[in-house]
Structures are given as C-alpha cells and as structure tokens.
C-alpha cells in the first residue's frame, strides 16, 4: 500500500484487532513485504479463533501491501473477496472504501471505464452516509487515492483536504492525511511542470512542504515517507543544499529496507539536488535508479521527464533538445486525456445514478406496500433462480394462524398492525444473503441459506418470539400465533417443487393443531 494512505480499520474492532493492526503497521511504515509474510500466518489463526471482524482487516492490510509492490492483480483478487464480505455484512461504508480501492487498482491496470466507474459508485454510496466518523474519512482517503490514479487531482485534493480537516490537529490520524495531500501536491505540482505551468507548480510545492515540515522536525521521525517528502519539496522550493544532505541520508537506508516506494522519491529528490549542483552524472544514476523502481507509467513519465532535462544539460543541442520537446509534447497529451478523464468520470457516474434510479424502481415494483418486505413478485424471482443451490437452500413458508377473526374481532386496522409486527420478527431473523417477502394475506416466506436442521430450529425460535409476544399492546385480548412449514432443496428440485413441499408441510402443520412448525 502507499505508505501514506490512512491506517484506519473499516471493521468494527473484533476481539484480536492487536493482531491485525500489526499488518497496517508494517504497510504504513513501508515493510510490506513483512506485511505480507505476516498477514498470511495470522488469517489462518484468527479465521480459527472466529474472529470475522479481525480477519477482514488482516485482509485489508494484505490489499495494501499488495499494491504498494506493485502486484495488482492479486491486490484486485483480494479486493474482491474484500467488497463480497462487505456486501454480506450490509457494511456500506466499507463497501464504498473497497470499491474505491479496486477503482484504483483497475485504473493502474489500465482498466479505466471499469475503474471510473467504481469510482463513481463508491462516491455515489459515500454521499448517502452520515458524514465524519473515521471510517468514512477512511473511505474518503481511498477515493482520493483512486482520484489521484487516475490523474484526476482536483477530486483528489478536494477529498484529501477534507480528511486533513476532519482530524484533529496533533493527532496520528491527521499526520497520516497530510502526508497523503503532501504526496499528492507534489506529484500534481511536477506535472505541472511537464506542462509549463511552473507558478501553478511552485504553488503545490509550497504547500507540500508546509504540510510535511511540523511532522519532520517534531512528530514523525519514524516514518520515512515525510522525510522523503520533505526532501522532495525542499529541492522544489529551492532550497537545495538542505535537500541534498537529507536525500543523500535517506536512499541507502530505504533501499536496504526494501522502502522501494519511498526509495524512488528519495532517487527523485537526490538526482534533483545533485543537477542543481552540477553533480550531472551522479544525477543521471539517482535518475535511472528511480525508473527502475517505477512499476507505473504515470511515475515513470516523471523520471522520464528529469532524464530528459538532464540530457538537454549535459549535451546542449538539437538531439537533446528534440528530446526534451517530445517529452514534454507526450506530457501535454497525457494533460489532455487527463482532462478527458474527467468527462468520463461525470458520464460514469450518471450511469451509476441511472443504474440506481432503476435498481430502486425495481425493488418498489417488488416491494410490499404495508411491510416492507418483499412481494409476490419478488418471492417468484428467488423461486426461478433458486435451482443451483441444491443442499444450502430452505424455504419457510408463514401463516398466522386464524387471522380472518383476528380482522372480524379486532379490526382491520389491528390485523395491519399484526402483519407489520410479523415482518419485522421474520426481517429480524434473516442475515444480508437471506429473503423475507410476504405473500399476500397472512401468508410470508422465507428464502434461508443453511441446511434443514438450523432452519426448522430458525422457525421454532420465530414461532416462540411470536407466541410470547405482549400483543395485549396491540389490542386487549389478542392473540397471535404461526403455523410453519420447512423444506430444503434437494438434488434435481426446482423452486416450484421446493414449494410444494413447503407447503404440504405446512398444511401439516395446520392440521396437526397450529402454532406449530412442520420440516
């Protein structure tokens, strides 16, 4: 992971969080391949211990580390299984992070409608909750890094600048989002550069090291991503000779550690000092080192560039000079696709609203009016794709028992109460991957993934929270009880079949005194 992106854990802390934030340590400090080695012995252990929460952040920490050494397709395989447990928790906030951080992934992969469009999607999510606890601001940071991948600084910087805000001041948490803003202005400011724009540069360099100069000298002497920005913006700045002594202190230590992402900034920062000093062909080697470890071609174009205005120092005339305009031509074409990126970001993102839009107009088309939960419509959508889970699917079918006089005696308006009070006990029963719909009437189902023994027991447990329900709350005298019927999905059943067995089983269950469940 970029050693700046904010170490804060999307999980709800789970009982062996120390465990896990031993892997966002490492990646913070760059050691990712410890990270790595790490997050591997533990997943298995706290997968053991049954502690979900701490292995998703395990997990987390392993998609970060993945990045920052450039190994993006196993990063985008993690981020999968990442984004599929955050759906199956309902967790929203952890769903839009994720997605911003596969949007990143994509987008260096050279994916770029795929990834603008996660992108989209997760500041879509983001927009629709509570503002300012950190993991939304931890959301916000991964949606800055996919801004900043995708060359869309404004966005990027918009979105770094509010999580710097929403710390407060002295704290860890808002160190670690200046530094990512100070990465991100830096890199905004050199490619402002490639492009002439030198006061707009000199600007964001200014500010970089503003951002990184409290945490240098007083705070953050143990991460040596801040001394590595530091130096890069004090060469920037002009201040030369103070870049030169802190660079030259920094590569051999960072290499040796294996810091490969802090290591080419620090490259970066020397070879700048030493060709402002004359140091030409020591320069052209902190060039080249840097290159080398610049897996992505955005970096790359930014030591390409240096290698380019070196040339044209070292040998002045028309070959290095044709040089020079023709790197400096394919980073105004790479400004202009920049610039187009961001048409395609809003096209994306009101393809997402649409797709919304229709998402939501489907789900009131299979919703139930006086419950909330699904209807017919929906309840024959889960029969049709129902068949390919032979052995892990149950049915539940619900009916209260003698409801007709529960209208007669009580009142219709008692009688939607009931049903209301009903679909919430069955919602409350459900996990994310299970469905509750009401059929019409008195009649409900369940859709339950588990096998026959923990659904018929799922039932037992509705079937009493009902019965030792107050309803004299509801109306003097009521009473309310469930008869169910329960089965699963055999081999070479359809949802059909799977339906009439449910339902033969609660006729059982009626004709067997009610109040009752029938597997």
Not at 127 to 149: D, F, K, L, T
Not at 364 to 375: R, V
Not at 505 to 518: C, E, F, H, I, P
Request: net charge neutral; aromatic share 6%.
């Amino acid at each position: 992971m970029p050693a700046n992106r904010l170490p804060i854990p999307l999980w709800p802390f789970g009982p062996y969080q120390a465990l896990s934030l031993q892997v966002h340590e490492l990646t913070v400090h760059g050691r990712n391949s410890e990270a790595l080695a790490l997050a591997d012995r533990l997943e298995h252990v706290v997968d053991l211990l049954g502690d979900t929460r701490s292995v998703g952040m395990i997990r987390q920490g392993r998609l970060y580390a993945l990045i920052s050494l450039g190994r993006l397709h196993e990063a985008l395989e993690e981020g999968e299984r990442l984004l599929q447990m955050h759906r199956t928790s309902g967790a929203r906030t952890g769903e839009a992070k994720i997605l911003a951080d596969t949007a990143e992934i994509l987008i260096k992969l050279g994916l770029l409608d795929e990834g603008l469009h996660r992108l989209a999607n997760a500041t879509r999510l983001l927009e629709s909750i509570p503002r300012g606890n950190v993991r939304y601001i931890s959301a916000m940071s991964s949606v800055s890094e996919a801004a900043r991948a995708a060359e869309l600084y404004e966005l990027a910087d918009e979105v770094s600048a509010f999580a710097v805000e929403s710390f407060t001041p002295g704290t860890d948490q808002r160190a670690a989002a200046e530094l990512q803003r100070a990465e991100l202005l830096l890199e905004w400011g050199l490619r402002l550069e490639h492009i002439g724009l030198t006061e707009e540069a000199n600007v964001r360099f200014a500010k970089s090291v503003d951002l990184v100069r409290y945490w240098v000298q007083n705070h953050f002497h143990d991460a040596p991503l801040a001394t590595v920005l530091y130096a890069l913006g004090l060469v920037k700045i002009g201040a030369v000779e103070q870049a030169l002594t802190l660079a030259d202190s920094l590569v051999v230590p960072l290499r040796d550690n294996g810091h490969e992402h802090e290591a080419r900034l620090a490259h970066l920062a020397y070879g700048i000092a030493l060709r402002c000093t004359g140091r030409l062909r020591e320069a052209r080697r902190e060039f080249l080192a840097a290159d080398e470890l610049a897996p992505l071609s955005p970096q790359r174009l930014i030591f390409q560039y240096e290698l380019a205005l070196l040339a044209a120092a070292e040998q002045p005339g028309d070959s290095t000079g044709a040089l020079l305009n023709a790197v400096r031509a394919h980073a105004r074409h790479l400004w202009r696709l920049r610039l187009e990126r961001r048409s395609m970001l809003q096209q994306a993102r009101r393809r997402v609203d649409l797709e919304a839009t229709r998402a939501s107009a489907d789900r009131d088309a299979a919703q139930d009016a006086l419950t909330g939960l699904g209807n017919r419509r929906q309840f024959d959508r889960q029969l049709d794709q129902i068949g390919d889970s032979a052995g892990s699917a149950v049915l539940l079918l619900v009916d209260i028992d003698r409801f007709k006089g529960i209208n007669d005696h009580f009142s219709h308006i008692v009688g939607d109460r009931v049903l209301r009070e009903i679909a919430a006990i069955l919602r409350a029963h459900c996990r994310p991957e299970d469905v509750a719909v009401r059929l019409g009437g008195d009649e409900f189902a369940l859709f339950l993934r588990t096998d026959l023994p923990a659904a018929a027991r799922i039932g037992e447990r509705i079937r009493d929270v009902v019965t030792a329900r107050d309803w004299n709350q509801v109306a003097f005298g009521l009473r309310v009880t469930l008869s169910i019927g329960v089965a699963a999905l055999g081999n070479g059943m359809d949802g059909r079949q799977l339906y009439d067995l449910a339902d033969r089983n609660l006729y059982v269950a009626k004709r067997s005194g009610r109040d009752r469940v029938a597997a």
